[in-house]
């Protein structure tokens, strides 16, 4: 099966795109156009006109979490699309906050009320459970946190009535293509742990081999340790390609980089990915 990955929004930008915090791709595979996730605000859209791809007609759409950095270009996107289902876990519609540095409290959620996205086409389908949207594209669904090494940062908050608890973003998953060469995991911002994302991936279809994971790893913030125990655990899950991107943080990249040598690419905003790779 011949997978194409566009990545729509990203920090960084190849040239002639633009580079926004977020993440955007659009997978061509299984005879599907499947956009996961929708960047902070235009650089989807900016990005997708400078590519020549249309986004009319596309399939799906799948929230990798509730965070306004991969949600944000929805509404706006959704000009574009046409009526679409938008495949997540029913906490992306919790109220998040993040809260860095002991800096006031901001709403980091979806910024777009539920209603003017389903005014707009948007039909929802929520589900804590894997959702499959085709026969070999299927969501990891809520992913358990099994690791030890793999935490949510504290900074990230969801409002209870008036208090501000530690979000457990149990939304945050990855969406995954069954591959005959392995499984292909585009990752959000793994803020249960990318290790977690890719375990998950391997329960629900049941494979063992990772032909590639690409997207955020959200080891911006991890200490040498975690950095160590997630290099480990990624070599030892076979992960074969390591296409690492925004929250993975400029450190861990160079890690992991290291790590993976040859089979790390860092998956920036204009890249058009074909898979399997040429070896
Ligand atoms: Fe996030
Ligand atoms: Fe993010």
């Known amino acids: ?23 955007s791709a659009l997978v061509e595979a299984d005879a599907k156009r499947v956009l996961f996730d929708t960047g902070a605000g235009t650089a989807a859209l900016m990005n997708a006109a400078t590519l020549k791809v249309d986004l009319a007609g596309i399939d799906a759409i799948v929230l990798s979490h509730g965070h306004y950095d991969h949600t944000g270009g929805l509404y706006e996107v959704l000009n574009h699309t046409g009526p679409v289902t938008v495949y997540a876990h029913p906490d992306v519609w919790t109220p998040k906050y ?3 540095d002991g800096s006031p409290p901001r709403f980091i ?6 209603e003017a996205l389903e005014a707009r086409g948007a039909t929802f389908s929520l589900s804590a459970k894997p959702q499959r949207i085709s026969d070999h594209i299927v969501t990891t669904g809520e992913v358990p946190m099994v690791t030890e090494y793999e935490t949510i940062e504290d ?4 409002r209870q009535g008036e208090a501000l608890e530690h979000d457990p973003l149990a939304d945050d998953l990855s ?23 890719l375990l998950q991936a391997k329960q629900v279809t049941g494979r063992e081999d990772i032909y590639a994971a690409i997207g955020g790893t ?6 040498r340790e975690r950095l160590e125990s997630t290099g480990g655990a990624l070599l030892e899950l076979g992960v074969r ?7 993975t943080g400029f450190k861990a990249a160079a890690y992991l980089s290291e790590v993976f040598g040859e089979r790390f690419f860092p998956a920036n905003a204009g890249m058009k990915l074909t898979l399997p790779f040429q070896e």
């Open 241 to 247: 390609y390591l296409g690492a991107a925004h929250c």
């Open 218 to 223: 959200h080891l911006v913030h991890a200490g």
């Open 98 to 100: 993040g809260s860095l």
């Open 1 to 23: 099966m011949d997978i194409n990955i566009t990545i729509l929004a990203e920090n960084s930008a190849a040239p002639g795109g633009i580079g926004e915090w977020g993440f």
């Open 109 to 114: 959620g979806i910024a777009v009320q539920r």
């Open 155 to 158: 900074y990230l908050k969801v």
């Open 175 to 197: 969406l995954v293509i069954e591959a005959e060469y392995g499984l292909v995991v585009l990752l959000g911002c793994a803020h249960r742990g990318v290790v977690n994302n």
